[in-house]
Nanobody, 111 residues
Framework: QVQLVESGGGLVQAGGSLRLSCAASRITVGANTVAWYRQAPGKQRELVASITSGGYRNYADSVKGRFTISRDNAKNTVDLQMNSLKPEDTAVYYC?????WGQGTQVTVSS
């Protein structure tokens, strides 16, 4: 069974930064497309960023220029560096290698 474990969430003030990490087991992140999604209260889950096996990165328009997805093949992790955070970034963030999901990590940005 594929396992994805997120870490790094927390509470931060607007304008601050957080780095999320997704540790994968039973898959090789470098050989798969791995993505970060988020779900805010009362809203649908949305794609935030993804990285393919070839290293192509895709971002939601709302986070372009602020968030960066990266991969560490040696550690088998996929990270999401989030800068210039806004209150509207508040959500539970999930790591996914579809159809598998992590348990999520809460990110709260205060104004």
């Amino acid at each position: 069974q594929v396992q994805l474990v997120e870490s790094g969430g927390g509470l931060v003030q607007a304008g601050g930064s957080l780095r999320l990490s997704c540790a994968a087991s039973r898959i090789t992140v470098g050989a798969n497309t791995v993505a970060w999604y988020r779900q805010a209260p009362g809203k649908q889950r949305e794609l935030v960023a993804s990285i393919t096996s070839g290293g192509y990165r895709n971002y939601a328009d709302s986070v372009k220029g602020r968030f960066t997805i990266s991969r560490d093949n040696a550690k088998n992790t996929v990270d999401l560096q989030m800068n210039s955070l806004k209150p509207e970034d508040t959500a539970v963030y999930y790591c996914a290698k579809l159809p598998f999901w992590g348990q999520g990590t809460q990110v709260t940005v205060s104004s």
